[in-house]
């Protein structure tokens, strides 16, 4: 008996609760405190907050509380989520979480809630108040009100006449507004607390000024230019209105700066004498040798003011004097051409050696030299002082320097569009397309759905043909054929004897290479199609002066090898290609230049 | 196999252009100013100049002292008539000698005077050589 009555008194132990019988949970859980807290701690009308109750006790407690508020809005007894109702002034609310085991147990805190504020008014303003398309006005709101009221107004924009298709864009929380459509559009701030209360202003956009003029490609003043594309410039004196029109200047987004070949020896059409000298310190005047791939123009370095469509050209950001610094090659008020210019490579400075009237640099730098002719261990060849008919090598400062003239317009400034037809295989005689100034600054140069390769410092981005990577590659309006190495690709051999610059293929080859940023943050290479046809053949239509098919070989440096995309390829380019200026942001996109886009 | 791998500036005081006897053209050491680094390989030795424009010119030198390469890279074109002496005027006279008008990249190839010259402002580089004098086992895609 007495070893059986041990056993029971075991397992009763073992099972206290249940020996316990059925009301043992309340005799032995208690709650001994409950708190509340709130979040936020002080709220307007319609507003909410979160409240929260910590409950401690013994045994197997309950945590559930009841929550309620002594005024001022509703609480969910069971969530403990405040929603302030309208009150009159300023006040404070007792919130009160209960414990639904022991009601006698309960926690309070205290909320703030302010009495509502009414917005009474907005008023909105534009600065400036009239913009060209492209251009960019700040527009600012005042909510004016009684009692705690929000002072966070929304943006909206519409257009309201003059024929403006869309509403353009503006920035809900800056309220910075833009668009590519002239018209009169109406600004809306409007109240987030009230939405009913808006305040407008007026924005006036007038058209920008006219910013495409056409180009041709034609076999140019010597009669047998290839793959050039053409425009017409006009240069004035610096503030006059005595102005010269030069046609068949060689557009070129390769290079940087206007050069104009002087009339004489020289074979241009420009008058030299109208333009001043750019000089030095000590008034000598500044002669340039600059050098091209191929060759090397020699001349003064002169201001100008360059009227191209609608665009006039103002005054270089650092400059203390009107005019874009131009070369004028051939120019007999400075010395003839130093040895140490000579000596770089042959001379086109001439019409017969240069094949057009100039060379109009639109590329992706701002000056023709940059830095490296600012300052450095030895001035290089490039800028010469002149003086006692003799010029030596200089530093020259960056506003001094032969410039973009696209970066010195007012607007439209950002890089250039250039559209150019399709050109049928086997060649034609001319085409005319369109050169484009500014890059997402007007209706008709936007981005769209050009895909954008991005440069490196050299200007140069990624191609990559038959498998080897040149990456020292680059587009260019001014080179006249696709000039690439032949990377063991069959028949890719340079025609004999005269046009040993081009491939002659023994039939039209179609090839493919793939274009990448040099940033490499393109996920999809630009697979580029093209044809390479036989140099030989294609000339010898003497009166062709426009080929999509020309190739030519290129130098196959190991780590810098290059393509250079010139002339046909930018024919038929469903996009056009666009050369964007280094420093410069397209208006409505993460995209600053230097870049291209096709 | 007396040349250690890398001989500084003084081991090297003479310049030449292409096609002449390195040895020959004492006259030419100060005229790039530049300082001098010279690699030897195993058919010939690379002198390797750095101007102080920031060019970097290389002549490839055989081992019986003739110039038979020169290459260059940089943001402005080298003292070419330097680099190619008397291959300087043949050179433009074929940059010129084309049936039809165009600017681009310079190739010119014969059977005793390559010559490529590609870029574009502030980042030129190319290359000449005579094949006829590359040494035995070079390959001429070393001359860069």
């Known amino acids: 008996m007495r070893f059986l009555g041990t056993l029971v008194a075991v397992g009763c132990l073992l099972l206290s609760v249940a020996c316990g019988g059925g009301s043992s949970s309340t005799a032995t859980s208690t709650i001994t405190l409950v708190g509340a807290s709130c979040s936020p701690s002080a709220i307007t009308s319609s507003q909410t907050s979160q409240c929260t109750a910590s409950v401690q006790g013994t045994g197997a407690f309950s945590s559930t509380v009841t929550w309620t508020a002594s005024s001022g809005g509703t609480i969910n007894a069971t969530s403990g989520l405040f929603t302030a109702g309208t009150v009159p002034f300023t006040t404070q609310v007792t919130i009160t979480a209960t414990s639904s085991q022991d009601t006698s147990k309960n926690g309070s805190t205290t909320l703030t809630v302010a009495a509502a504020g009414v917005v009474t008014g907005v008023t909105a303003s534009c600065g400036p108040a009239s913009i060209q398309t492209g251009q960019l006005t700040t527009c ?248 006692g008919g003799t010029c030596t090598p200089t530093f020259l400062g960056l506003a001094q320097q032969v410039t973009n003239p696209v970066w010195v317009f007012p607007n439209d400034n950002n890089g250039v569009l250039i559209q150019l037809p399709t050109v049928p295989s086997g060649g034609t005689t001319t085409v005319s397309g369109s050169l484009i100034f500014g890059i997402g600054t007007q209706s008709n140069n936007g981005l769209g759905s050009a895909t954008v390769f991005e440069t490196d410092a050299n200007a140069d981005f990624i191609t990559t043909f038959n498998g080897l990577p040149n990456k020292c590659s680059y587009i260019d309006s001014g080179s006249n054929a696709y000039f690439f190495p032949p990377s063991n690709y069959p028949q890719l051999v340079p025609c004999p004897v005269t046009n040993t610059a081009f491939y002659c293929p023994s039939t039209l080859l179609p090839l493919t290479a793939s274009n990448q940023s040099a940033t490499n943050v393109i996920t999809n290479p630009g697979n580029v199609a093209f044809n390479v046809g036989n140099a030989n053949t294609l000339f010898s239509n003497t009166s062709f002066a426009a080929f999509s098919e020309l190739g030519g070989p290129n130098t196959p440096i190991n780590g810098c090898g290059t393509f250079a995309w010139g002339l046909p390829f930018f024919y038929g380019k469903a996009n056009g290609v666009f050369t964007a200026i280094e420093q410069q942001p397209v208006s409505g996109t993460v995209y600053v230049g230097p870049f291209w886009a096709y | ?28 050491k100060a005229h790039m100013k530049g300082s001098l680094r010279s690699v030897a390989k195993q058919n010939y030795v690379k002198h390797e100049i750095q101007v102080p424009t920031g060019q970097i010119v290389r002549e490839f030198v055989s081992t019986d002292g003739t110039v038979f390469a020169v290459a260059w890279e940089g943001p402005f074109q080298p003292d070419m008539q330097q680099l190619l002496g008397s291959y300087f005027g043949p050179m433009k006279q074929a940059v010129s000698f084309q049936q039809r008008h165009g600017h681009g990249p310079v190739s010119i190839e014969t059977s005793g005077f390559v010559f490529q010259s590609g870029g574009h402002a502030r980042n030129f580089h190319g290359r000449a050589y005579l094949p006829a004098m590359v040494p035995q086992g070079v390959d001429v895609s070393e001359i860069q």
């Open chain 1, 140 to 387: 600012t709101a005042t909510v004016q009100g009684t009692g705690n009221f929000s002072p966070n107004v929304d943006w909206s924009a519409a257009c309201t006449s003059n024929g403006c298709s869309t509403g353009g864009t503006i920035n809900p929380i800056t309220g910075v507004f833009s668009t590519p459509f002239a018209g009169t559009y109406t600004i809306t701030a409007t109240s987030q607390q009230n939405p009913s209360v808006t305040g407008p202003a007026t924005v006036n956009v007038s058209a920008g000024v006219n910013n495409k003029m056409s180009i041709v490609v034609d076999a140019g003043p010597t009669g047998n230019y290839v793959n050039g594309s053409f425009a017409t410039v006009t240069v004035c004196t610096p503030n006059t209105a005595t102005c010269q029109m030069i046609d068949h200047v060689l557009v070129d987004t390769g290079s940087v700066g206007l050069r104009l070949l002087a009339q004489g020896a020289a074979g241009g059409k420009l008058d030299p004498t109208a333009f001043p000298l750019q000089v030095d310190a000590n008034s000598n005047p500044i002669g340039q040798c600059n050098q091209f791939v191929d060759g090397f123009t020699w001349g003064s370095v002169a201001l100008a003011t360059v009227q191209m469509a609608g665009e006039v050209t103002g005054t270089v950001p650092g400059s203390t004097v009107a005019g874009v610094p131009v070369q004028i090659i051939g120019d007999s008020r400075v010395p003839s051409v130093p040895s140490s210019c000579t000596s770089t490579a042959g001379d086109e400075s001439t019409l017969a050696t240069l094949g057009a009237y100039g060379v109009l640099g639109m590329g992706t730098y701002l000056q023709d030299c940059g830095s490296s002719c600012v300052s450095g261990t030895a001035a290089p060849d490039v800028y010469y002082s002149c003086s």
């Open chain 2, 1 to 28: 196999m007396l040349l250690p791998s890398v001989l500084l500036a003084l081991a090297f005081p003479a310049w030449a252009s292409l096609g002449d006897n390195v040895t020959t053209v004492q006259a030419d």
